[in-house]
C-alpha cells in the first residue's frame, strides 16, 4: 500500500514568469549533497526543475509496495529554497522486476528479436501488463502528490519515440487488428486502402494480418506506412491514458511531455497530432555536430515545437550547458554559446530555458554530458555562465505570454515524411530533411521568421508558403494549397511532391497528381541523377545555377519557365516555373539547386509575396520579434565571429543592460540584445 498523502502547508505558488532549471535526479546522489543543490539552484536563479523521470524502480521497489520516503525530502527541499517541481511519471524505464514478470513486455525488432532489459524505452506500448502497471504508478504518484505545493506541472514518461517506438510481437499484432478495423472498416477496406493486388497479398479475415515483419523481398509500403501511423498513435494511446488520470487526480495542473522536434532528433512522431494532446508543448533540444549551422538547425527546431504549438508560447524543456555525449564527436560550446542558444529559442517562442540535467552524473550512460553543476563544480566557466543565463532571464520576465512574430509558413508533414523513407523511391540520394533543411536555411537567411504548417491548415495568413518536401498529399491538401494561391497567396514547390495519396498510392492522372492544377504543368518523368552528376541551368537573363540529384521533363499547362535545363537529361526543358493562378502565383523547382540558385528564386518568389528586403542584415544575425500585450521585444542574435550593426525601429531600452539605445545598435560576436522598442 502506498504512504498517507501529505497535506501541503501552503498554497501553491505562482508560476515562475520564465523557467529556468533543468533535469534534477537526486537519487543519484547522498542526501547530503542535496542542501547543497538547492543552495546552488537558489544562486543561480533555477525556479523549476523536472524530477523523478526514471524512479520508478526506487518509487515501487516490489509490485505494489510504494517508497516515496526520498521523494518526499527533495519536494520538500524544493519547496522550501522557492523551486517547483516538473513532476514526472516514470513510465519510461520500468523496474527489473516488472519485466522479469512480464518478459512479453520487452520489445521485439522487425527481425523477431526481443530486447533486454538494461537500458531505458525498451517497451512494446500495446502490452497489457505494462499499461497497467503504468497507470498503477501513475494514480499512486498522483493521488500523493496532486496538492503538492512546489508542483507546477506533470510530466508524463520521457522522449516518447526515443530509443524506438515500434515493437512488432504478437501483442502488437493484435492492437495492429483492432486499429486497421477502426480505420478501414472492413478487410475488404485494408485490401482496397494497400493495393494488395499487387503481388497477391489479398487478405480475407484481419487474422491473417501481421505487423510488417521482415520478408525476403519490399514488404507491402502501405502495410509499412499504416504501421508507423500504428505505432505511433499506440504510444500515443499510453501517454493520453497517463494524461486522463493526472486530470482526474489533480485538476488545473498542466500536463506535458518533453517533444523532440528536430528533424535531426526523431522520426518515429507525428507531432501535429500531440500537440493537440498535452497542455503546454514542450521540447528537447541539442546541436547536432553534422557539419551544419547548428543555431540555423536550433531556430528551425524552435520554430517547428512553436508552431505544433499553434503559435502559443512553449517550453524549452531539455538542451546542454556545452557538449553531449551520445554523437560521435562532442565538441563543448564555445563561452557564450550556452546563453546565446538559450535566447535563441526563447527569442522562437519559449517560456524559458531548461536544461539536462542539473549535476552532471557520475555514472551511466550519460557521464560525459554536460550540466549546470558539471564535474568541476562552481569554480567553472560553465557555472558561471549558469549565473549570468539566470539573472539574464529574470531581467526577461516582462515578455512572459507574448508570441513570436511569423513572416512566412513552411508546409511540412511527418506521415509524408514516413511514405518517402519506405522502399522502392526513384532515388536514395533524395532526401526530404534535407530540402527541409535547405529550404528552411535560405530563408533564414533572408532573416524570414518561418512558421510550420500542416498540409490541411489554414494558410491564409501568410504572404508566403514553400513546400519544400511533400511526396505524400491527399486531395484535401491539393485543394488546400490550390485554395491559397487562387485567393492570393505565393507559393514555392520542391520536386517530387504532391505524388501519392494517403495510401501511397499514385494519384490517377499525370503527376504531380494533386499539385498539378495549382502548378500548371505535368511531369512527364523524372530523371535522377548518378552521383557525381550535376546540371546546368539558366534563366532569361543569362543567370545560371548548378544543380543535382534530380531532373524532371516538364510539361508547362499554363506555367511560364522562368529557368531552363542547359544539359543533363531534360536539356532545354523547364527547371523552374511560375504560374499564375487566381489572384496568386505558384513556382515549381524540378532540381536539387545549389544554395545560391535557390536563394535567387525565393527572392523572386518573396518579390511577388511584396515581402521587404532583409538583404541589408549581416548573415547570421539573427532578428527575432515577440509581441503581445506587455510590449514588443526585438531579439537580436549575432552568430557571427563579427560585430554587427543593427538599425533599429524605434528607441527603446536594452533589457539586458538596461541601457537605452536609438538608431543602430552594436551586436558584438557571439552576443544577444534584447530591445523593447520605446521602453
Known amino acids: 500500500m502506498s504512504e498517507t498523502p501529505l497535506t ?72 522550501e529554497h522557492g523551486v517547483r517541481a516538473d513532476l514526472a511519471t516514470p513510465t519510461v524505464v ?38 497497467e502497471a503504468a497507470a498503477r504508478i501513475t494514480t499512486e504518484v498522483a493521488r500523493r502528490y496532486a496538492e503538492h505545493p512546489a508542483l507546477a506541472m506533470w510530466h508524463v514518461h520521457n522522449e516518447y519515440g526515443a530509443p524506438l517506438s515500434a515493437c512488432y510481437c504478437d501483442h502488437c499484432a493484435v492492437r495492429f487488428r483492432r486499429w486497421l478495423a477502426a480505420r478501414h472498416g472492413t478487410v475488404d477496406g485494408v485490401n482496397e486502402a494497400w493495393g494488395t493486388a499487387f503481388w497477391g497479398q489479398h487478405y480475407t479475415s ?65 507531432y501535429w497530432a500531440w500537440g493537440r494532446e498535452v497542455d503546454l508543448v514542450t521540447n528537447d533540444h541539442y546541436l547536432m555536430t553534422d557539419g551544419r549551422r547548428t543555431h540555423v538547425n536550433l531556430a528551425m527546431a524552435a520554430d517547428l515545437t512553436r508552431s505544433v504549438a499553434g503559435g502559443a508560447p512553449w517550453l524549452l524543456l531539455e538542451h546542454s550547458t556545452s557538449g553531449v555525449n551520445w554523437q560521435r564527436r562532442n565538441p563543448a560550446k564555445a563561452p557564450g554559446e550556452m546563453a546565446r542558444n538559450s535566447l535563441a529559442h526563447v527569442a522562437r517562442g519559449s ?64 506521415q509524408s515524411w514516413w511514405a518517402q523513407q519506405l522502399e522502392g523511391q526513384p532515388s536514395v540520394d533524395h532526401d526530404p530533411r534535407e530540402r527541409a533543411d535547405s529550404f528552411y536555411e535560405a530563408l533564414y537567411d533572408r532573416h524570414l521568421t518561418v512558421d510550420f504548417a500542416h498540409p490541411e491548415a489554414d ?68 530523371s535522377p541523377l548518378l552521383p557525381g552528376d550535376t546540371v546546368r541551368v539558366t534563366d532569361a537573363d543569362g543567370t545560371s545555377a548548378d544543380a543535382d540529384v534530380w531532373s ?30 487566381g489572384a496568386g502565383t505558384a ?10 540558385g535557390l536563394a535567387t528564386v525565393l527572392r523572386a518568389a518573396c518579390d511577388d509575396a511584396g515581402l521587404t528586403d532583409r538583404g541589408t542584415l549581416p548573415r547570421d544575425m539573427e532578428v527575432v520579434r515577440r509581441s503581445g500585450d506587455s510590449g514588443e521585444y526585438l531579439f537580436l542574435i549575432n552568430h557571427s565571429a563579427q560585430p554587427a550593426r543593427v538599425p533599429l525601429p524605434d528607441s527603446g531600452t536594452e533589457l539586458l543592460s538596461g541601457e537605452r539605445v536609438a538608431g543602430r545598435l552594436t551586436v558584438p560576436s557571439g552576443s544577444v540584445r534584447v530591445v523593447r522598442p520605446g521602453g
Open 587 to 596: 513556382w515549381y523547382v524540378s532540381t536539387r539547386l545549389s544554395p545560391a
Open 459 to 526: 494558410l491564409s495568413p501568410y504572404p508566403l508558403v514553400v513546400v519544400p518536401a511533400l511526396y505524400l498529399a491527399a486531395a484535401s491538401a491539393g485543394d488546400n494549397l490550390r485554395r491559397y494561391v487562387e485567393n492570393g497567396g505565393t507559393l514555392v514547390v520542391s520536386y517530387f511532391s504532391g505524388i501519392v495519396d494517403e495510401h501511397d498510392a499514385v494519384h490517377p492522372g499525370p503527376c504531380p497528381g494533386a499539385l498539378r492544377d495549382v502548378l500548371g504543368l505535368t511531369v512527364e518523368e523524372w
Open 8 to 79: 501541503p502547508e501552503h498554497t501553491r505558488p505562482v508560476p515562475p514568469a520564465l523557467a529556468f532549471g533543468g533535469d534534477y535526479n537526486p537519487e543519484q546522489w547522498p542526501e547530503s549533497v542535496w542542501r547543497e543543490d538547492v543552495r546552488l539552484m537558489r544562486e543561480a536563479g533555477v525556479n523549476l526543475v523536472s524530477v523523478g523521470v526514471f524512479s520508478w524502480a526506487l518509487l515501487e521497489p516490489e509490485p505494489g509496495r510504494y517508497d516515496f520516503g526520498w521523494l518526499d525530502r527533495v519536494l520538500g527541499l524544493l519547496h
Open 206 to 270: 484481419y487474422e491473417q494480418i501481421d505487423p510488417p515483419r521482415l520478408t525476403p523481398a519490399v514488404c507491402n509500403p502501405a502495410q509499412q506506412l499504416d504501421y508507423r501511423r500504428f505505432a505511433d498513435a499506440t504510444m500515443r494511446e499510453n501517454f493520453v491514458a497517463e494524461r486522463d488520470i493526472l486530470h482526474r487526480l489533480s485538476p488545473g495542473v498542466p500536463v506535458t511531455t518533453n517533444f523532440m522536434t528536430a528533424l535531426s532528433q526523431c522520426d518515429s512522431v507525428d
Open 351 to 414: 517560456e524559458g530555458a531548461m536544461f539536462f540535467q542539473w549535476r552532471q552524473s557520475r555514472r551511466g550512460a550519460e557521464k560525459f554530458h554536460s550540466a549546470m553543476v558539471p564535474h568541476g563544480g562552481t569554480d567553472t566557466r560553465v557555472w558561471r555562465e549558469v549565473v549570468r543565463l539566470g539573472a539574464d532571464m529574470r531581467a526577461l520576465a516582462c515578455l512572459q505570454g507574448t508570441r513570436t512574430v511569423p513572416d512566412v509558413a513552411m508546409v511540412w508533414d511527418w
Open 94 to 131: 520500468p523496474p527489473a522486476w516488472f519485466y522479469r514478470a512480464h518478459p512479453d513486455a520487452l520489445p521485439v525488432t522487425r527481425e523477431g528479436i526481443r530486447y533486454a532489459f538494461g537500458s531505458r524505452g525498451a517497451i512494446c506500448h500495446s502490452s497489457p501488463a505494462y499499461r
Open 552 to 581: 524532371e521533363f516538364v510539361i508547362p499547362d499554363g506555367a511560364e519557365t522562368v529557368w531552363s535545363y542547359d544539359d543533363g537529361p531534360a536539356a532545354g526543358g523547364p527547371a523552374v516555373t511560375r504560374h499564375r493562378y
